[in-house]
């Protein structure tokens, strides 16, 4: 409690002191926020600078830009080049131009979605693919897709008696003390 005490009394001596120097400086302070800009750019230094940005611009080296009906057409390039994803099912394909923009779009991606990535992709694209890349060729017995995960897909990771015991190899870590150090 005395605690408190004191900590209340510090903080209405600090509001006093500050309410204090605000009343001493009061005019001073409203001169400074009330006093005209010292620093004005004079209007021939405007101009100047106004000129020189427009005889730069007016000056820059342009360069002609291909028109659209001029560029190579992106069939003319070798796709195996471009490409890190399989050629997709012409069936597949028509899903994204059937319908309108958004309905297209949507059906395509839902269709493309369900495929597995070694089926659509070369090679793994992330770092995400490697963890269950080519899974399905290694498994013994393919589990059937579940919607929404509520099946358990690798039985190793869940004990049903729980953590058991240290193997009896196993060693405590070494702990830092000062007759380790002085020994060394």
């Keep these: 409690m005395a ?14 002191l500050r309410l204090k120097w605000f009343t001493r400086n009061e005019k001073r302070l409203n001169e400074i926020a009330n006093a005209p ?14 000129l020189g940005r427009i ?3 007016q000056n820059v080296d342009r360069k002609n830009v291909k028109k659209l009906d001029e560029q190579m057409p992106y069939s003319h390039v070798d796709p195996r080049i471009h490409n890190v994803m399989q050629p997709v ?27 597995i990535p070694e089926n659509r992709y070369y090679f793994p694209e992330t770092s995400s693919f490697e963890y269950g890349w ?15 995960g509520r099946k358990e897909v690798i039985r190793e990771f ?22 380790i150090c002085g020994s060394i």
């Design 134 to 148: 080519k899974m399905w060729n290694a498994s013994r017995q393919v589990t059937p897709k579940v919607r929404y």
């Design 3 to 16: 605690k408190q005490v004191v900590w209340t009394q510090c903080i209405e001596k600090e509001n006093f």
């Design 55 to 57: 005889a730069r611009f």
């Design 37 to 50: 800009l010292v620093r004005t750019v004079p209007e021939e230094a405007k101009e100047d600078m106004r």
């Design 89 to 115: 099912d012409p069936k597949t394909l028509k899903l994204l131009y059937a319908g309108t923009q958004r309905d297209g779009r949507r059906n395509y991606l839902s269709k493309r979605v369900k495929i």
């Design 158 to 179: 869940y004990r049903r008696a729980g953590v058991g015991r240290d193997p009896e190899w196993h060693k405590e870590p070494a702990k830092l003390s000062p007759m």
